[in-house]
């Protein structure tokens, strides 16, 4: 039976994988209004002015001035840095899986085919924003750190993890939630007590020198949170936060995602349905509590549950750890509870049955984009009047979200 899961998970991820490829080779998309401004961004800085004033990080505005330079910063290119960034981080899943969460090969390829057919980390892999780039560079950060607990070059393995930090940190300031997982590195590392402090001090000046250089905490803090929290009051906005973040989990948990999730909310079946695989996942977490997997999820959705806006794509650079976890938990309460024979069976494969089905019918609906109004609009877009770059360097307005960013981005990138 274990075999037979593992070559259909393997299928799965194979032929699923084929779409991802395939969406390189359709015209330019955008996602929401941060895709447009960072390739706005990205084009300013190739055109050799400045960086104009964003709350946005850097780091994915420069590998997009390397695909310019390159001849590649196109559809085509946008697509292979978020493969690259996809293959990466589900890589470094494989090794955390198998080290920190005490995964079998055969779990660990179902929770990969479940990653594959999210529709967000679909839609995800065919526009340009750096939420899978993301995904590589965290990854890869915290199986640095887990490989430092048990190697004898321990010292190496934390270095690489903090560049690759620091990697995250450019790309998503969300990335900070990777701190407290190194700390916790640190004190599992082999070693004297005075070679942990060492190194400890030294992270901890390396977390000082991430944050300052990287994090626009102006421009996500006072420009868009605090805002917020002003004019609605902290309870309100917390108890909006919680509303949001249960949609999210049940976008993430049925995989329905915009808009067709918005047509069923009401349906008591995605309720109770989210309810279960949240509560699932909040055992499995308790259950590897000790895992750098468990430090670094708790601490980013800590962040999330505070930040003020209804985001799905936040969730895509934990969406392995989400399904796993909720994994640990089902097998916990499964070997806890008495269900009739057949049962467990029947429900999983159920479930498995309804994730493949979402999975192919958001990948179809992704690779017919260009065909859909929003394609068409993008497209007509390429020809609209819009602003230089040489225009908004010498403007230099105090926020780029102010300025009309889609033609621009559509017109210099949608060759």
């Known amino acids: 039976m274990n075999k037979l899961v593992l070559v ?27 895709s447009s401004e960072y390739l706005v961004m990205a084009a300013v800085k190739s055109d050799g002015y400045p960086f104009p004033k964003t709350r946005l990080p850097i780091g994915y505005p420069v590998a997009v001035v390397g695909l310019d330079r390159i001849g590649l910063a196109n559809q085509a290119g946008f697509v292979a840095l978020n493969l690259i960034g996809l293959t990466i981080g589900l890589l470094a899943f494989i090794a955390i899986g ?62 690489a993890g903090v560049a690759a930090l620091a990697v995250s940190v450019s790309l ?3 990335g900070l939630a990777l701190l407290p997982a190194s700390a916790w590195a640190v004190c599992r590392m082999r070693g004297s007590h005075i070679r942990r402090a060492l190194v400890g001090v030294a992270l901890a000046v390396s977390w000082v020198a991430i944050a300052m250089a990287l994090v626009k905490w102006r421009g996500y803090v006072v ?3 605090a805002p917020t929290y002003r004019s609605m009051g902290a309870a309100e906005v917390l108890k909006f936060d919680l509303a949001y973040r249960f949609e999210e989990l049940a976008d993430l948990a049925t995989n329905t995602h915009f808009p067709f999730f918005h047509g069923l909310q009401l349906v008591a079946w995605i309720r109770v349905g989210a309810a279960i695989f949240g509560i699932l996942a909040l055992i499995g977490i308790w259950k590897s509590r000790m895992s750098l997997a468990a430090v670094y999820s708790i601490c980013y959705f800590g962040i999330l549950l505070v930040w003020p ?15 796993a976890f909720t994994w640990i938990g089902a097998k916990a309460m499964a070997a806890r509870l008495t269900f009739p024979r057949g049962v467990i069976p029947t429900v ?19 690779l017919c984009w260009g065909r859909t109004a929003d394609g068409k609009i993008l497209a007509a877009l ?14 230099n307005p105090d926020d780029l979200a102010t300025v009309a960013n889609r033609p621009i981005a559509a017109s210099r990138f949608g060759r």
């Open 8 to 34: 259909a998970a393997l299928c799965i991820s194979a032929v699923i994988s084929v779409g991802y490829v395939a969406q390189a080779f359709g015209p330019l998309r955008l996602g929401g209004w941060d």
């Open 309 to 323: 806006a209804l985001m799905p794509r936040f969730w895509a650079p934990v969406v392995p750890f989400v399904f």
């Open 172 to 174: 998503r300031s969300i």
């Open 98 to 159: 198998r080290g920190e969460l005490g995964l079998s090969a055969v779990e660990i390829a179902a929770v990969t085919a479940a990653m594959l057919l999210d529709r967000t980390v679909i839609e995800l892999a065919a526009v340009p924003q750096p939420d899978l780039l993301f995904f590589g560079a965290s990854m890869l950060a915290l199986a640095s750190f887990s490989r430092a607990i048990t190697s004898e070059n321990a010292l190496a393995w934390i270095a």
């Open 348 to 366: 999983v494969g159920a479930y498995c049955c309804w994730i493949c089905g979402m999975g192919a019918y958001g990948m179809v609906g992704s």
């Open 223 to 225: 420009g868009v949170a």
């Open 382 to 395: 390429r020809e609209e009047p819009h602003l230089t770059t040489a225009e908004i360097a010498r403007i």
